[in-house]
């Protein structure tokens, strides 16, 4: 009788640690999706339509682009392709996101946000082969992208 219930005591503390280690491990990603979710919501409050940029490093082959994803202007350097963006870290006003496009391309770009229509971007990666960096003000110029 003793072996049984000290195998049932056994089996009830284990379960009580598993649970714990669960939830544990559930909340920490839950706590982790949470703010990937709040940083897009940031990047999601950024303004839509016609964009101006002023290099303040480095080169970018367009001065002005039709943002109608807020995603776009991580991968400035990319133009149209498809790319695949991962939430990295973030503070209070900005964001740094990894990204890869159809093997090609791919670097890191972090984003600063003074408000919806100003934001400061730092990006660098790979483009066509070569290395690239580059540094720009972005500035919101108007709802349309006439």
Same mark, same amino acid.
């Given at each position: 009788?003793?072996?049984?219930?000290?195998s049932?005591?056994?089996r009830? @503390?284990?379960?009580v640690?598993g649970a714990?280690?669960?939830?544990?491990?559930s909340?920490?990603?839950?706590?982790a999706?949470? /703010?990937?979710?709040?940083?897009? =919501?940031k990047?999601?409050? /950024?303004?839509?339509?016609?964009?101006s940029f002023k290099?303040?490093?480095?080169? /970018?082959d367009? =001065?002005s @682009?039709?943002?109608?994803?807020?995603?776009?202007? /991580?991968?400035?350097? *990319?133009? =149209?392709?498809?790319?695949? $963006?991962?939430?990295?870290?973030? =503070?209070?006003?900005?964001?740094? #996101?990894? #990204?890869?496009?159809?093997?090609?391309?791919?670097? @890191?770009?972090?984003?600063?946000? +003074? *408000?919806s229509?100003?934001?400061?971007?730092?990006?660098q990666?790979? *483009?066509?082969g070569?290395p #690239?960096?580059?540094?720009? +003000?972005?500035? *919101?110029?108007? $709802?349309?992208c006439?």
């Amino acid at each position: 009788m003793v072996k049984l219930s000290t195998s049932l005591a056994w089996r009830r @503390i284990q379960c009580v640690l598993g649970a714990v280690a669960f939830l544990g491990v559930s909340t920490a990603g839950l706590a982790a999706a949470a /703010l990937a979710m709040a940083d897009d =919501n940031k990047l999601s409050s /950024l303004a839509i339509g016609k964009w101006s940029f002023k290099m303040t490093s480095g080169n /970018l082959d367009q =001065n002005s @682009i039709c943002v109608r994803d807020q995603s776009k202007l /991580l991968i400035l350097k *990319h133009g =149209n392709m498809v790319c695949d $963006t991962n939430f990295l870290r973030a =503070n209070a006003n900005s964001m740094t #996101y990894s #990204y890869s496009c159809a093997g090609t391309a791919q670097g @890191i770009t972090t984003i600063r946000i +003074e *408000h919806s229509r100003l934001v400061h971007i730092h990006s660098q990666g790979v *483009h066509n082969g070569a290395p #690239y960096s580059f540094a720009a +003000e972005g500035r *919101h110029m108007s $709802t349309s992208c006439r």
